[in-house]
């Protein structure tokens, strides 16, 4: 039986459908790669440099404070990140400078090492981190944006990333001494900046664009500022425990293998948890404001748990809880700002959210947090924390019936 030969010009073509197929498989694919690794970089960095902060003669005081400026400066980062973002409608571009940047002033603090330095060059190191997780959930929604795919199934990859390489880098940090630690960051940037050069360019597929009268309603919208403003009251507590948990368990004989598996057990069991969220999470706002009063409930728990703890390995175990709270309140409030700020300002939507985990409540975690740890003791730490989420439950509930009267 005889065939008849394809045209020559359509020789070696896949018909537009496989081939954007097999595009957005490509894409998502390196996003996936580029979460897993950006993540774990940043997971590195905040597990052991506290460690190595102390290592140098800082006092608990001085970490705190110097972690502190990261929230402070996150106050401009993140807004001008997002700005330009959106404007430029190329977030790829932006996550490269925040890469570079991050990567070649990390070499400056780790390789001078003198303490007055370090504050200056952390300021400029905290221009560069603070908005690399809101903008790179901006790409992700944006390039998803219209598809079959869902946020969690790109967003567990940043916790897999968090998880593996914190503990992974355990056995190499101490087998390096802390004072090292220079050399695992270095080498997670690098692959991340390998990765983020082969990223989609995340622009939104709206045909709406960009507006200065429009980007300024993005913060006259009242549940979008009562949800920053709560997550405030949420995320202080979670930041003192992020600065502080890793030299709490040091003090009580913990090892840095330890504190890689707190880190491990903190993130891994996010990924259920995003999957199931993706899954059976009803996409309103009601439901959506129902479920961060029950997180806000889980974390009052887990600050009374750490305030009675005595043991580093019950720390280790109740750092799990990390997955239902972090996790649950993280991927809510990202779908829930998704959902109050139009698409074409989505960058600069999800810098202000970021504010709620790394802004004030960041500075006010550091400064307080600090003080807290030192003077007061870990235990009344904690408790000050299980004391500001309850204030969140009830700020939360009065968002539920707001929300319920206005539908």
């Known amino acids: 039986m005889s065939s008849v030969a394809a045209p020559p010009e359509q020789e070696g073509k896949l018909p537009p459908s496989r081939a954007d197929t097999q595009a957005e498989i490509r894409s998502a694919g390196t996003i996936k790669a580029f979460n897993f690794f950006v993540y774990g970089a940043i997971a590195v960095y905040s597990t052991y440099f506290p460690l190595y902060l102390q290592g140098i003669g800082m006092s608990k005081i001085q970490i705190g404070a110097l972690l502190a400026g990261g929230p402070f400066i996150s106050l401009l ?9 959106d404007r430029l409608r ?13 990567l070649l002033v990390m070499q400056a603090v780790f390789q001078l090492g ?16 603070m908005p690399l997780f809101s903008q790179t959930n901006s790409l992700i929604l944006n390039s998803i944006e219209g598809t079959r795919h869902k946020f969690g199934a790109f967003r567990l990859w940043g916790s897999l990333g968090w998880a593996l390489l914190a503990v992974g880098s355990g056995p190499a940090v101490a087998a390096l001494g802390v004072n090292r630690l220079w050399v695992v960051y270095t080498l997670l940037m690098l692959v991340s ?4 050069l082969a990223l989609p360019k995340g622009e939104s597929k709206k045909k709406e664009g960009f507006s200065n009268s429009g980007y300024g309603k993005v913060f006259t919208n009242r549940a979008f500022l009562m949800l920053v403003l709560l997550g405030v009251l949420i995320s202080v507590p979670n930041s ?5 948990v890793a030299i709490f368990i040091s003090e009580m004989g913990g090892k840095e293998a330890l504190i890689g598996w707190s ?8 990924i259920p948890i995003f999957l199931l969220l993706d899954r059976y999470l009803k996409r309103n706002v ?12 889980l974390f009052t728990l887990r600050w009374l748990l750490m305030s ?4 580093p390995y019950m720390v280790v175990w109740i750092q799990g809880l990390h997955c239902l709270t972090f996790g649950g309140y993280y991927y809510i409030g990202t779908q829930l700002t998704s959902m109050l700020v139009p698409a074409e300002f989505r960058s600069s939507g999800q810098a202000a959210y970021a504010l709620t985990w790394g802004g004030l409540s960041g500075i006010v975690a550091g400064i307080a947090g600090g003080w807290l740890f030192q003077e007061m003791g870990p235990q009344v730490m904690y408790l000050v924390g299980a004391g500001m989420s309850v204030l969140g439950i009830i700020g939360f509930i009065v968002m539920y019936r707001l929300v319920k009267r206005k539908n």
């Open 77 to 85: 980062a993140n807004p001008f990140w997002g700005y330009w973002s």
């Open 90 to 102: 190329n977030i790829k571009r932006m996550l490269l400078l925040m890469l570079i940047g991050n």
């Open 114 to 129: 003198s303490i007055p330095f370090i504050y200056g060059a952390m300021l400029v190191f905290f221009f560069f981190q």
């Open 193 to 196: 900046i390998g990765f983020a």
């Open 240 to 244: 003192m425990n992020m600065t502080f």
């Open 263 to 270: 880190a491990f057990l903190s993130s891994i069991f996010e």
């Open 286 to 297: 009601s439901t959506m404001v129902a479920g961060l009063i029950i997180i806000s409930g």
């Open 308 to 311: 009675a703890v005595a043991d």
